[in-house]
């Protein structure tokens, strides 16, 4: 991993605003540049977790409530006013259809009585974007690997502000979901991938071999870059189950340490593939997943025996948040892409070869 450079926010540098709604973060970014001046986040999880699970109707009324004071939170972080803001980035999709509505009314309605100019932008794009707020501008090209609650991906990013290439996504669950999942069956709390990645440092990755989808030679041909992480998952509750049945305890921390290194060594190894059969030498790593410690020190040491730079941001970058919309948006802005219309809609399926509308 690199270090951060220090980086002084040139005052010529656009100021963008970032609103993120797509999931259960209300967040509000703002940044100069490369550089971020403030990331103010209000959280609905709470409200999700007896349900194991985002409740999109509950998660609507709660962006509802926070957008506003999130808002003025973040302008007086970073000691700035509306009208001092050069363009508003919103996520436009994908996610949550009722959820990505108010952020996008909201950033509309901003616009609208401050005139200024505004871009509907993609929330797995942003994720891959805000790594330029700490480790400064993307080598393009670039292989990303995105993986989240609700998606898991391998991109090649030619150019961040045309689109993305897919090179393989999941083709059951998200590595995000996988842990949520897992937790539950461990009975620990949502979102399980926390919870995992504690647990897991008091036990023994190789104590149990969970299966690794698709990595099989026959894989190779149609799912080369592709996840399958619903029979790891399966494979983790039929263990437990077993143990259960005999009346013998859980090993939580052995089957949650065990869980996590089969999740990172799939994705790790198929990452450091992509971007050895593309010779591409820049690897950056996006979404809540990437928070975990065990992908981030796995890639490192894989990445490291090929010559590959691994970029990964702090983990609280890494989960949804309102700075990695605004980096996007500066990214945009700073390519000279032109804003969206104001009818812009949300659009819960964005595809990923869409960076803004
Ligand atoms: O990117 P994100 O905040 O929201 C989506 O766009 O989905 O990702 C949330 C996901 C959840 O499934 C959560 O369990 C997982 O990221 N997550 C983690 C960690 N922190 C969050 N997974 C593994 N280890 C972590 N430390
Ligand atoms: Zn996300």
């Known amino acids: 991993m690199t270090d951060q450079p220090s980086r002084r926010a040139a005052l010529d540098e656009p100021l963008i605003l970032g609103i993120e709604t797509s999931c259960d973060e209300t967040g509000v ?30 998660a609507s009324r709660a962006h509802l409530e926070a957008l506003v004071p999130t808002m003025h939170r973040a302008l007086s972080t970073a000691g700035v ?33 401050a ?20 480790h400064g501008p993307l080598p393009e090209p670039a292989i990303a690997l995105l993986v989240s609650g609700g998606h898991s991906s391998l991109l090649r990013v030619d150019n961040l502000a045309n689109g993305v290439v897919p090179l ?12 949520d999942k897992v937790a539950r069956v461990l009975g620990l709390p949502f979102p399980g991938g926390p919870p995992i ?18 990595t099989g030679p026959r894989d ?18 039929r263990w437990v189950e077993a143990r259960q049945r005999a009346g013998e305890p859980v090993p939580v921390h052995d089957v949650a340490a065990s869980f996590q290194e089969a999740v990172c060594d799939v994705l790790t190894a198929k990452a450091i593939e992509a971007c050895r059969d593309s010779g591409i030498s820049t690897l950056v790593i996006g979404g809540g997943v ?13 990445a490291e025996r090929y010559g590959i730079t691994v970029r990964v941001p702090r983990p609280g970058l890494c989960t949804d948040n309102g700075a990695m919309v605004a980096a996007l948006g500066s990214h945009l802005v700073a390519a000279g892409v032109a804003a969206s219309p104001l009818d812009l809609p949300a659009d819960s399926a964005m595809p990923l070869t869409l960076v803004s509308v």
């Open 220 to 237: 190779q041909a149609e799912h080369r870059f592709d996840f399958s992480f619903s029979g790891l998952k399966t494979a983790v509750a």
């Open 168 to 179: 393989g996504a999941t083709i059951d669950d998200a590595a995000g979901e996988a842990f």
């Open 29 to 58: 970014g703002i940044v100069r540049g490369h550089t971020l001046l403030a990331d103010a986040i209000a959280s609905s999880v709470d409200l999700h977790a007896r349900f194991g699970g985002v409740v999109p109707e509950v």
């Open 81 to 113: 006013t509306l009208a001092d803001i050069d363009a508003i980035a919103v996520t436009a999709g994908p996610g949550l259809a009722g959820a990505l509505l108010v952020g996008v009314a909201g950033a509309k309605g901003y616009a609208l009585a």
């Open 115 to 134: 005139d200024k100019p505004i871009y509907g932008v993609n929330h797995l794009a942003a994720h891959v974007a805000v790594d330029t707020l700490e």
């Open 290 to 302: 990437a928070a975990n410690s065990r992908i981030r020190s796995m890639a490192a040491e894989r």
């Open 197 to 214: 990645d504690k647990t897991a440092r008091d036990g023994n990755g190789s104590a149990i071999a969970f299966p690794r989808g698709l």
